[in-house]
């Protein structure tokens, strides 16, 4: 049976776990600070009503819950003890729950995107009560595994799945846990994610081929609104490329010699793990609309409306709804 109290990574000392695992929660709370901006200005400007603002928003609360499971993974776990010991093992498991969250709101926001371009269709509304489900529970029906062999613990510089066993040996079962149910599923998802923009970057070049020479406003419409899909697409595959490939590569050398360890990749891991999902979420967040109002008269006209009700605001109506309300109204 695997114990989660001790840490039988001995390749650093002590402190050197502890300036790894310093560097990785800095990164993760200005991940958390930015995700913590981006919900704000979903709130200000209610950027909440549509199918597509709504990934989006799911997409923000599981970078925030992401940010917050790495800085609760605290500096001083080297020093187990029984009170960090039983923490340590619940932020090993939110740490890998909220994992679960980004990486699947980030494919279902990827899957709408790559729908929208290749099929021409809009999924809104017919797949966001499962996606919900997708991003924020299913995944618990395998992330509990862990607890039955108390995998959950202390893993080197940080809390997650243990690979050691009680005499620090190497664990089989640890290590078929990691893959299984993180680094394969995140391989796959990025996988996925690079063969669904290379398939809608094909689609788009094909249509644009057959538009060139024409002039039509729907046509023009058109090809704006894929270009800032594509945008959008190409955003996706190559943030999760950054994230992964010092994780990556981390991974291999560690796997192929264990006593070894680069301190240059374990910092390079630290870092760029969190970060980068909270810069992913303010740029999704902050489109070309949103950026315009980021300014003092807006967000004062934004906070007014918060803080006062509905009842005693005046709201500017577009003329050709009015009269056609007047029309029916009078008929």
């Not at 000392?13 to 709370?29: H, N």
């Not at 959008?232 to 943030?239: D, F, H, N, R, T």
């Amino acid at each position: 049976m695997i114990s989660n109290s001790t840490n039988c990574s001995s390749s650093f000392d002590a402190q050197t776990y502890k300036i790894i695992a310093a560097v990785r929660a800095c990164s993760g709370l200005v991940a958390f600070l930015f995700s913590l901006f981006a919900l704000f200005v979903v709130v200000l400007f209610k950027k909440y009503r549509t199918f597509w603002q709504r990934l989006i928003l799911y997409s923000n609360v599981s970078t925030t819950l992401y940010g917050l499971s790495v800085v609760l993974l605290r500096v001083d776990y080297v020093e187990s003890n029984a009170e960090t010991t039983r923490f340590c093992v619940f932020a090993g498991f939110f740490h890998q729950y909220s994992n679960w969250t980004v990486l699947v709101s980030i494919l279902c926001y990827h899957l709408s995107l790559c729908a929208k371009v290749i099929l021409g269709k809009d999924l809104s509304g017919r797949l966001e009560a499962p996606y919900f489900v997708a991003i924020f529970l299913a995944h618990l029906a395998f992330n509990w595994i862990p607890f039955l062999h108390l995998t959950y613990g202390l893993a080197g510089a940080w809390c997650w799945i243990r690979d050691t066993n009680d005499d620090c040996s190497h664990s089989l079962l640890g290590f078929v846990l990691r893959y299984t149910i993180w680094y394969a599923p995140l391989y796959s998802v990025v996988l996925a994610v690079l063969v669904g923009y290379v398939t809608s970057w094909l689609v788009v070049r094909r249509r644009r081929k057959r538009w060139e020479g024409r002039y039509d406003v729907d046509v023009d419409d058109r090809k704006r609104e894929l270009q800032r899909d594509m945008t959008v697409l190409l955003g996706v595959p190559l943030v999760l490329i950054l994230i992964n490939v010092p994780t990556f590569v981390n991974a291999i050398h560690d796997g192929i010699d264990p006593e070894r360890p680069l301190l240059a990749l374990w910092i390079l891991h630290a870092f760029f793990s969190p970060l980068p999902f909270g810069v992913l979420t303010v740029l999704f967040t902050l489109d070309r609309e949103t950026r315009q109002k980021l300014n003092a008269r807006h967000v004062r006209a934004a906070l007014r409306t918060l803080c006062y009700s509905s009842s005693s605001l005046v709201y500017d109506y577009d003329i050709k709804v009015a009269l056609e309300s007047s029309y029916h109204s009078v008929n």
